[in-house]
Structure formats: structure tokens, C-alpha cells
């Protein structure tokens, strides 16, 4: 019976320690999600703007964009943007997954031919994709360690060098776009070519007048949008990984404290027994003693 109080209170003790570092890692993602929350907030309406006017550029036939231009998808690259450390409940497995689902679905006689090229971004997806048939670019594996536009805007200048040189005839990133620190929206979104306006139809939704040269002004302004809405989606992903981390580490502080319940139920009974043990002991022994 000892023994088993003695396991009792070691798995206590255990809980305990492990309920203090879920509150701790709580409390510093939420930290780091007030700061990756104000520079998504700033940052989107900027670059939603942008890519609207990016869209209606593109839609404009006398408009002439390497960037925009659509060909037969021959070889295509996915960008799975991931975060470099767990611990973040169902985020990283979530776009893990939306990206090898993304493949099968649309791209599956490319990736049938072997014509389809990972980018992780991201540790946890970078450990993934190593382990699946997909040729992998690790490049840029690392860019949340360093998580700034410089950074962000030298992937997105390789990405765009890439499909000028018809390396990939299509781009797709798939990430996490933040809501609030319960939600995360996983997306799939084009890169490469530039999306035109539904409704452009080979026109321009806003007539834009261009000074100086059109073309020149054009092809200047595009490769800074496309850096922008990477940079962007960095930014979603990063505050999406803080509020998923803060949320998964609130639940294991809650089921700690449920566990920690149970476990001193179960104590208080197994010493009950064995003080109830003792005590039949020695009233035996003293009837015993009585009787002799």
C-alpha cells in the first residue's frame, strides 16, 4: 500500500511541474501574440490594397507582365509554411496536411511525373517533407528565425526568379491566416502568375494612368507587391503559431488541473484504505492479545 501512495504522489508532483510549464509557455505566447498581432493588423490592409491593385493591373490587356502570363502547368512548387518549434496543437499537422491534400487534388499527374517541388518554410515542415517522395528546397527552412522583410523579400525574388526562367509554371502557398487566437484559417493561395480580377475579363477594373512608361513602371511595381503579400503571409502564419501555442498550452493547463483532481481523489482514497488497514491490524492484534 505504500508503495502504491508513493506512486501516487510522485505522478502528483509530476503534474504539478508540468502545469507550471504549460501556465509559463501560456503566458509568453501570449506575449509574443500581442506583438505578431499588431504587425499583422498593420500590416494587412496595406497589403490587401496592394494586391487589389496588383489584380487589376494584371487584367489589363495592354498591359504586358512576365509575371501574369498563364502556360501549361508542367512543374509545380508548393511553399508549406510551417512554424520551427511544436507544442502548437493541430497547427503545424494542419498545414502539413492541406499541403500533401493540395497535391493529390491538383496536382497529382505532375506529382505522378515527379514534377512537383516542396518549399518548406518552417522547421516542422522542412522534418516533413524530408520524409516524403517530393523533391525539397530547404533554402529557406529557416526564415522564422529571422523574421523581417529583407529576409522575406530574397524567397520571394528566388520564387519569382524561378518561374521567369519557366523553372515552375505555377506557385502555390500554403499557410495559416490568422483570425484571433482561437482561430486559424488554413489557405491555399496562388503566388505565381499574378491572379487576375474576376470581373476584369481582359480589361482593367480601374483605369490607371502610368507615369512614367507603362510597361517600365509595371514590371518595377510588381515584384514589390509580390514581396509585400509574402511578407504578409509570413507575418499571418507567425501570429497564427503564437495563438495556436497559447491556446493548445491553456487546454493542458486546464486538463493538468482536471488530472490533479483525480490524482488526489485517488491519493486520499489509497490512504484512507491504508489507514483503515493499519487500524484493523492493531485491533486484531489487541483482540488477539485479549483473547490470549
Do not use: C
Amino acid at each position: 500500500m505504500s508503495g502504491q501512495l508513493k506512486e501516487v504522489r510522485n505522478r502528483i508532483q509530476s503534474v504539478q511541474n508540468t502545469q507550471q510549464i504549460t501556465k509559463a509557455m501560456k503566458m509568453v505566447s501570449a506575449a509574443k501574440l500581442r506583438r505578431a498581432t499588431e504587425r499583422i493588423i498593420q500590416m494587412r490592409p496595406y497589403a490587401n490594397k496592394l494586391n487589389e491593385l496588383m489584380s487589376n493591373i494584371a487584367s489589363d490587356s495592354g498591359v504586358t507582365i512576365q509575371l501574369a502570363q498563364e502556360r501549361p502547368v508542367k512543374n509545380v512548387l508548393i511553399v508549406a509554411v510551417t512554424s520551427d518549434r511544436g507544442l502548437a496543437g493541430g497547427f503545424n499537422s494542419t498545414t502539413i496536411k492541406l499541403a500533401q491534400q493540395t497535391i493529390q487534388e491538383r496536382y497529382a499527374a505532375q506529382a505522378q511525373s515527379g514534377n512537383v517541388t516542396v518549399m518548406p518554410v518552417g522547421k516542422k515542415a522542412n522534418d516533413a517533407f524530408k520524409k516524403l517522395p517530393y523533391k525539397v528546397i530547404g533554402d529557406y527552412a529557416l526564415l522564422f528565425a529571422t523574421l523581417d522583410f529583407n529576409h522575406a523579400s530574397a524567397a520571394a525574388e528566388w520564387m519569382m526568379n524561378a518561374y521567369k526562367n519557366n523553372e515552375y509554371d505555377r506557385i502555390e502557398i500554403v499557410y495559416s491566416q490568422f483570425k484571433n487566437a482561437a482561430t486559424q484559417l488554413f489557405q491555399v493561395e496562388r503566388f505565381l502568375p499574378v491572379l487576375k480580377t474576376a470581373s476584369g475579363k481582359g480589361k482593367a477594373a480601374v483605369n490607371f494612368i502610368f507615369e512614367p512608361e507603362q510597361d517600365e513602371l509595371v514590371n518595377h511595381l510588381i515584384p514589390k507587391i509580390l514581396k509585400t503579400q509574402f511578407f504578409k503571409v509570413l507575418l499571418d502564419s507567425n501570429a497564427s503559431e503564437h495563438g495556436a501555442r497559447m491556446t493548445a498550452m491553456d487546454k493542458a493547463t486546464d486538463n493538468a488541473k482536471e488530472l490533479l483532481k483525480d490524482l488526489s481523489i485517488k491519493y486520499n482514497r489509497a490512504r484512507q484504505a491504508a489507514i483503515t488497514t493499519e487500524l484493523t491490524e492493531i485491533v486484531s492484534g489487541a483482540a488477539a492479545l485479549t483473547g490470549r
